[in-house]
Structures are given as C-alpha cells and as structure tokens.
C-alpha cells in the first residue's frame, strides 16, 4: 500500500489515519479497503467487498471530484466496514476507528 500509516493519539478510538495520493495509490477504495485490512489483521481476500457496504464507484467520482485548492473547506464521509469506522476527508486523510461508531457532524471523532 503506497499510503502513509500513522498511529495517532489525538483521539483514543482512532486506530490508524493513512494519507491517500491519487498520484500514488490506485484508487481511495483501494486505499480503505487496505487500510481496514492492515488495522483489523484481515487479510484482503477474507474480507467482504466494500462494495456491499457503500456505492464504490460513487465515492470514487465524489473524491475525484474535489480540488483542494478551490475549495474553502473540507469535507468528509464517515462509514463502518468490517468492525471500523472510517472516516476520509477531502485533504486524502482516512482515519480508522475502532468499532462501528456513530458519525458526528463535527470533526472531532467518528
């Protein structure tokens, strides 16, 4: 996985927050379903597709369509996938919750 995995301790529930470069990585379902796969110890093969939890093809087109550099803020979707929740903002920031954690408006957890 060419993302960028870091552990954070700026929140006790998140497990790992990796960075998604589209220059770098294949795809942001690619990115999610790595990232979930490396917290959870599940190997890729083992787990269920993404796809039965979210439209993939939709968040794909929803990511590709933002630019940073336009934009005036930052904005996020939050889902569970196989015991996580994940939590990807515009800035190509993919956070792994531990448990399937309701969604909050605000940024300050999943």
Same mark, same amino acid.
């Given at each position: 996985? #060419? ?9 006790? #529930? ?5 960075? @998604? +470069? !589209? +220059?770098?990585? $294949?795809?942001?379902? &690619? ?7 490396? &917290? ?9 597709? /993404? ?7 939709? /968040?794909? !087109?929803? *990511?590709?369509? *933002?630019?940073?550099? #336009? ?7 939050? @889902?569970? @996938? ?6 990807? #903002? ?6 792994? *919750? $531990? ?6 408006? $605000?940024?300050?957890?999943?």
């Amino acid at each position: 996985m #060419d993302a960028t995995s870091q552990n954070s301790n700026t929140d006790s #529930d998140l497990i790992h927050q990796y960075s @998604f +470069d !589209s +220059d770098e990585t $294949d795809s942001i379902v &690619v990115t999610v379903s790595n990232a979930v796969s490396d &917290v959870t110890g599940t190997p890729m093969e083992e787990m269920p597709p /993404l796809q039965a939890t979210l439209d993939c093809d939709a /968040l794909e !087109s929803l *990511f590709n369509s *933002f630019n940073i550099e #336009d934009m005036s803020g930052v904005g996020q979707v939050g @889902f569970s @996938f196989h015991g996580c929740t994940v939590r990807i #903002d515009t800035t190509g920031t993919v956070q792994v *919750f $531990d448990g399937n954690r309701g969604i909050s408006p $605000d940024s300050s957890r999943c």
